[in-house]
């Protein structure tokens, strides 16, 4: 999963990519996209790691991207090169400031600066729809194709993202190649002074984001940056102490794989131990495919365990003596924890 970090100046974005990413890139630095990449922490993967002793063990991974924005004392606005990086991404998350920061005049206005990039995300979107439908008259495409088009110039007229189109509303295989802004998931970060790290957001906010069909979470990149930095038993105490449970890494995934709808399945054995991230009701055929495309193309059938079951029987031998091996066709829905071995002819 590719998340894209994107804020207006001073809002203390680069701190919160170091946060997540336990980086130390510097702050304030323009230019390029800065990366870092974090292991979804799982249990159990750790677990069948220890059982099957593989050569590899391969956690799930998120990649974060710092995307550079504009720089100035009381800029608000995204460059249009920073907007193009946004369409880069998998996930849109925006920091916004709460905090007070001495090298801007303004006080923090995080529901403001939220409408600002909602705005400038929608009008970027608008383009490409009418850029799309002016070539319309020329093309002659598709008749499908053009009442989406339609259907999207009217939702984002009205001031509403793409993303709150469902499936049934808009088709999306007409939308490949555009990546427009406002159908990416959308995270938004509120970073807020130390001692406001464990208080909950306003409602307000949390209600707008919500209507913007996003979620959102709270943080305090300052001081939960060091605490990153610290020694894995040390940094629990020091949470505590801001009256936090789980670190900033930890809520964040948690509030990433909510929003997407994510589970993972897992492959196993002397090889590799591995997880697999797939969107809630993916079947078995699609989640062969993200293990290799020959393996979606030549699908015959999926040999399922699931993780609750395997950690009963202890070994996937004892598993098929019990007869609880699950033997599933493409059409199977696959489930939080499950291990799959697909069978496969080409």
Request: aromatic share 8%; hydrophobic share 40%.
């Amino acid at each position: 999963m590719k998340i894209g970090l994107v804020g207006f100046a001073g809002s203390g974005k680069t701190t919160v990519f170091n946060t997540l990413t336990g980086l130390q890139v510097p702050v304030g630095f323009g230019g390029e996209v800065r990366l870092g990449t974090v292991k979804v922490p799982d249990e159990r993967i750790a677990a069948l790691s220890k059982i099957f002793s593989p050569k590899k063990t391969t956690y799930a991974e998120i990649a974060f991207c710092d995307i550079p924005g504009e720089h100035g004392a009381e800029k608000k606005g995204l460059s249009s090169k920073a907007l193009l990086q946004i369409r880069d991404q998998e996930v849109v998350c925006l920091v916004l400031r709460a905090f007070t920061n001495p090298a801007l005049e303004s006080d923090p206005d995080p529901s403001a600066d939220l409408e600002a990039f909602h705005a400038e995300c929608i009008l970027a979107d608008l383009d490409l729809v009418e850029r799309r439908l002016s070539r319309a008259k020329k093309d002659k495409p598709d008749p499908l194709e053009l009442a989406a088009f339609e259907r999207m110039k009217t939702t984002l007229e009205h001031e509403w993202p793409l993303r709150s189109l469902t499936p049934d509303a808009l088709n999306r295989s007409y939308l490949k190649g555009y990546e427009f802004l406002t159908d990416r998931p959308l995270l938004v970060v509120l970073n807020r002074s130390e001692q406001e790290a464990a208080a909950p957001m306003a409602d307000g906010l949390a209600a707008r984001i919500k209507e913007l069909h996003g979620a959102g979470l709270v943080l305090s990149a300052s001081v939960e940056a060091e605490i990153a930095g610290m020694d894995v038993a040390d940094q629990a105490a020091f949470l505590a102490d801001l009256g936090l449970k789980e670190s900033a890494v930890a809520r964040f995934i948690r509030t990433a794989y909510g929003l997407l709808d994510l589970v993972s399945f897992f492959t196993v054995g002397q090889d590799e131990v591995r997880a697999w991230t797939i969107r809630r009701g993916t079947t078995a055929r699609q989640a062969a495919g993200r293990i290799h495309s020959d393996l979606e193309r030549g699908f015959i059938r999926a040999e399922v365990t699931p993780y609750a079951v395997f950690t009963q029987y202890g070994s996937e031998q004892a598993v098929r003596t019990a007869g609880r091996l699950q033997v599933e066709g493409k059409d199977y829905v696959v489930s939080d924890g499950d291990i799959l071995h697909i069978r496969f002819a080409v």
